[in-house]
């Protein structure tokens, strides 16, 4: 079954700073591949999403890449600030499935 | 503009007894979704609608069913509660049915979901 992994461990930064977190992939080649972020207590919020034949897509201070060869994306929050904090999701879709990864929870210190 | 509404916020149930959690989404969007997120576990589908009049299976659909009442309503009913169905439950919504992924869904906020 197709498995999405993501940094288990919490990621803490200092402000201004760039966070790189990290979505590996396994079993599947995704035409997309989503991104999100959750709040404690809320729904996930729909960030970014890249196509397979897009190496990168930015959004504001947001970078996302996806190299299918790795089967990795990643997702870089740059100039970093404490309203970034939060749990970020990767998503994809393959044979009429949604999958997400468990998260990975960034802190950004001030 | 409310997005995704899911009702109740929070429930706690025993096991056997039953009970339908509802969402309705003001978007007009054509797909909806139901997903449960436990620690260390993600989130996992448990069934989706496509469009108005389908629904099909997710990963983890046994213990549950769904109707897609019309476009903008989609429940969730557990028939008889079992402890480890003990999770949050959030429902989602998206423009059409992306069979590529090429879809953002929009989420509502969750029922907490307690069975003892």
């Known amino acids: 079954s197709q498995k999405i992994e993501q940094n288990s461990e919490a990621l803490n930064i200092q402000e201004g700073k760039t966070a790189t977190l990290t979505c590996n992939y396994t079993n599947y080649s995704p035409a997309y591949l989503q991104w999100y972020r959750q709040d404690p207590g809320r729904g996930p919020v729909f960030l970014l999403l890249?196509?397979?034949?897009?190496k990168e897509k930015r959004k504001e201070r947001l970078k996302v890449t996806f190299d299918t060869t790795l089967k990795q994306s990643l997702f870089h929050i740059t100039a970093s600030q404490p309203a970034d904090s939060a749990t970020y999701l990767c998503a994809l879709h393959t044979g009429n499935q949604f999958y997400f990864g468990t998260g990975t929870s960034l802190t950004v210190i001030p | 503009n409310a997005g995704v509404t899911q009702t109740p916020k929070f429930q706690v149930l025993k096991t056997g007894q039953s009970m339908t959690l509802q969402c309705a989404q003001d978007m007009n969007h054509n797909s909806m979704y139901w997903y449960r997120q436990d620690p260390g576990m993600g989130l996992r589908l448990i069934y989706y609608?496509?469009?108005?009049?389908?629904?099909d299976k997710g990963e983890v659909p046994n213990g549950y069913n769904v109707s897609r009442l019309n476009k903008r309503e989609f429940s969730l009913r557990l028939e008889s509660a079992a402890p480890s169905q003990t999770s949050v439950y959030f429902c989602?919504?998206?423009?059409?049915?992306?069979?590529?992924?090429?879809?953002?869904?929009?989420f509502g906020d969750g029922t907490r979901l307690s069975i003892l």
């Open positions: 890249i196509r397979e034949n897009e």
């Open positions: 989602a919504s998206s423009e059409l049915y992306g069979g590529l992924g090429n879809q953002p869904q929009h």
């Open positions: 609608s496509a469009s108005e009049g389908t629904t």
